[in-house]
């Protein structure tokens, strides 16, 4: 016998079911054991087995099981503490009970991330957050332009029906549980693999993930992007039509479904609004913009600016970027399709601390989102080849909605420094690139070519200059620069 509406109660699940036993992991959970016989732990070993996926939990970790003690029971009863460890693989386990040479069934439970155990990789220390970003359902999302930005209302509905069911198939159809399902169930004891995973079976890009994007009508045979207001409907489409790609989302719809999931998870997560975003497809950190005698070359640029993107945070530690914990707390996940990350259509996590700091060496995708909040704007003229540099255009008003209130909290502060403050980028090579036209030359005939630029960093720079066409290609040459304030 479990007590399922005490223990769900007792791990914040009790809004998740009612009826089926949700806990989370490093957290104890009681349960009491009706045996055919008198049972003697002196002289009986009772033997508890969690079983997930194809490969035993013990695989990772022990479960602590202890009686309970101190009142009165029949011989042929036992009450346990069953504590999963904390750092268990998340998902639907079945517990099995043998005594003796018996084994039998005990009945099955799910197993949550914990941001209320200090031992979770997740673990979030204030109270007001957690409600805020596990628990809270309803949400805003912030669109709009960098002058006028406007509240949208979000019904994350992480805990409507048979969401624990739909966010676990998300987890089983990703194509790594395909490649090796013991593999992928194992490494679900990480935040970072889990959060990377969603990231991918949120958009429908290479898979049979929940959302097809679309960014331009017609919207043939689905909704518009603007029709959805929550999640739930979306995610049930999906789950219930045999996990066909629902027709359209958007990036607000994109972050705000796999918002839902990651909360749903146990993972600390909150949308996050960019406005004037860059979009760098070249990942050289610059926003290039190529014109030649005819305007705007189509063909040179691909790079943009979104008026605004909307992405996600999840809350974890990030020990493979150090063991000082530099760089723990929130990390960017973007399930939007933009870019291929290592062959499939995903984005992050990426620590915004890294971001901040100028970590572009870091995984996963760090140079990507480096570019949307920092990316200078280039533009290249052919015809006067003239460099003109915008440090300043992109990354502005980086919003989410602020911790118990509808209010809009801009943490633009905490992915970029203010202009003129010191910082550096670490690893970074800006490569400016010019299509222009030049005149037909004679031996000993003179070409002069001048650039303008404006250095926004104090400092030894230095400027190189590399013609790479056949007929100048043996030129080449460097100067440094002292930039002073």
Same mark, same amino acid.
């Given at each position: 016998i479990c007590l399922v509406v005490d223990n769900n109660k007792e791990h914040h699940t009790d809004e998740v079911s009612q009826e089926r036993l949700v806990v989370r992991r490093g957290q104890n959970f009681k349960m009491t054991l009706t045996l055919m016989q008198s049972f003697n732990p002196e002289l009986q070993q009772l033997v508890l087995t969690a079983k997930t996926g194809q490969r035993s939990s013990s695989a990772k970790a022990m479960w602590k099981v202890e009686p309970l003690?101190?009142?009165?029971?029949?011989?042929?009863?036992?009450?346990?503490?069953?504590?999963?460890?904390?750092?268990?693989?998340?998902?639907?386990? %079945?517990?099995?009970? /043998?005594?003796? %040479?018996?084994?039998?069934?005990? #009945? /099955?439970?799910?197993?949550?991330?914990?941001?209320?155990?200090?031992?979770?990789?997740?673990?979030?220390?204030? $109270?007001?957050?957690?409600?805020?970003?596990?628990?809270? &359902?309803? #949400? !805003?999302?912030?669109?709009?332009?960098?002058? @006028?930005?406007?509240?949208?209302?979000?019904?994350?509905?992480?805990? &409507?029906? +048979?969401?624990?069911d739909i966010c676990l198939k998300i987890l089983d159809r990703n194509h790594k549980h395909d490649e090796d399902p013991a593999d992928d169930v194992a490494s679900r004891s990480d935040p970072i693999y889990v959060s990377r995973v969603i990231s991918a079976m949120? +958009?429908?890009?290479?898979?049979?993930?929940?959302? %097809?994007?679309?960014? &331009?009508?017609?919207?043939?045979?689905g909704r518009r992007p603007t029709h959805w207001s929550g999640s739930y409907p979306i995610l049930k489409q999906w789950y219930q039509s045999g996990c066909k790609p629902v027709k359209y989302g958007q990036c607000w719809v994109f972050a705000g479904v796999m918002c839902s999931v990651m909360r749903l998870?146990?993972?600390?997560?909150?949308?996050?609004? +960019?406005?004037?975003?860059?979009?760098?497809?070249?990942? +050289?950190?610059? !926003?290039?913009?190529?014109?030649?005698? @005819?305007?705007?070359?189509?063909?040179?640029?691909e790079d943009s600016i979104w008026n605004f993107h909307v992405w996600t945070e999840g809350w974890m530690?990030?020990?493979?970027?150090?063991?000082?914990?530099?760089?723990? #707390?929130?990390? =960017?996940? $973007?399930?939007?399709?933009?870019?291929?990350?290592?062959?499939?259509?995903?984005?992050?996590?990426?620590?915004? /601390?890294?971001?901040?700091?100028?970590?572009?060496?870091?995984k996963y995708d760090a140079p990507f989102i480096f570019a949307e909040v920092n990316a200078d704007c280039i533009t290249g003229s052919g015809e006067m080849l003239k460099v003109d540099s915008d440090t300043k255009r992109v990354g502005k008003y980086?919003?989410?909605?602020? =911790?118990?209130?509808?209010?809009? &909290?801009?943490?633009?502060?905490?992915? /970029?420094h203010a202009e003129g403050m010191s910082h550096s980028v670490h690893a970074l090579i800006i490569t400016v690139c010019l299509t222009c036209r030049i005149p037909d030359l004679k031996p000993k005939n003179r070409l002069r070519v001048k650039f303008y630029f404006v250095p926004y960093k104090k400092g030894e720079k230095t400027l190189t200059a590399d013609f790479d066409c056949d007929t100048f290609r043996d030129i080449k040459a460097s100067c440094? =620069?002292?930039v002073f304030k």
């Amino acid at each position: 016998i479990c007590l399922v509406v005490d223990n769900n109660k007792e791990h914040h699940t009790d809004e998740v079911s009612q009826e089926r036993l949700v806990v989370r992991r490093g957290q104890n959970f009681k349960m009491t054991l009706t045996l055919m016989q008198s049972f003697n732990p002196e002289l009986q070993q009772l033997v508890l087995t969690a079983k997930t996926g194809q490969r035993s939990s013990s695989a990772k970790a022990m479960w602590k099981v202890e009686p309970l003690t101190g009142f009165s029971l029949p011989s042929n009863t036992v009450a346990l503490s069953v504590t999963p460890p904390a750092d268990a693989p998340v998902g639907e386990y %079945e517990l099995f009970g /043998k005594l003796q %040479e018996e084994e039998k069934s005990l #009945g /099955k439970l799910v197993v949550l991330f914990n941001p209320w155990c200090s031992e979770d990789s997740v673990y979030l220390f204030d $109270d007001r957050t957690r409600q805020e970003y596990v628990l809270n &359902e309803h #949400g !805003i999302i912030f669109r709009g332009s960098a002058n @006028y930005i406007f509240p949208g209302e979000w019904d994350y509905g992480q805990f &409507e029906e +048979n969401m624990v069911d739909i966010c676990l198939k998300i987890l089983d159809r990703n194509h790594k549980h395909d490649e090796d399902p013991a593999d992928d169930v194992a490494s679900r004891s990480d935040p970072i693999y889990v959060s990377r995973v969603i990231s991918a079976m949120v +958009n429908s890009e290479d898979d049979s993930g929940v959302l %097809e994007g679309r960014w &331009e009508s017609p919207y043939t045979g689905g909704r518009r992007p603007t029709h959805w207001s929550g999640s739930y409907p979306i995610l049930k489409q999906w789950y219930q039509s045999g996990c066909k790609p629902v027709k359209y989302g958007q990036c607000w719809v994109f972050a705000g479904v796999m918002c839902s999931v990651m909360r749903l998870l146990g993972i600390p997560c909150r949308v996050v609004s +960019n406005f004037d975003s860059a979009h760098d497809v070249d990942m +050289n950190l610059i !926003i290039d913009t190529y014109i030649d005698y @005819y305007g705007v070359n189509e063909d040179y640029t691909e790079d943009s600016i979104w008026n605004f993107h909307v992405w996600t945070e999840g809350w974890m530690k990030r020990p493979d970027l150090g063991s000082d914990g530099e760089y723990d #707390g929130w990390q =960017v996940v $973007d399930p939007t399709p933009q870019e291929l990350s290592d062959g499939v259509f995903c984005c992050g996590p990426a620590s915004v /601390k890294g971001i901040l700091n100028g970590q572009t060496g870091f995984k996963y995708d760090a140079p990507f989102i480096f570019a949307e909040v920092n990316a200078d704007c280039i533009t290249g003229s052919g015809e006067m080849l003239k460099v003109d540099s915008d440090t300043k255009r992109v990354g502005k008003y980086i919003s989410t909605k602020a =911790v118990g209130s509808r209010e809009r &909290e801009d943490i633009t502060n905490t992915y /970029k420094h203010a202009e003129g403050m010191s910082h550096s980028v670490h690893a970074l090579i800006i490569t400016v690139c010019l299509t222009c036209r030049i005149p037909d030359l004679k031996p000993k005939n003179r070409l002069r070519v001048k650039f303008y630029f404006v250095p926004y960093k104090k400092g030894e720079k230095t400027l190189t200059a590399d013609f790479d066409c056949d007929t100048f290609r043996d030129i080449k040459a460097s100067c440094t =620069v002292n930039v002073f304030k």
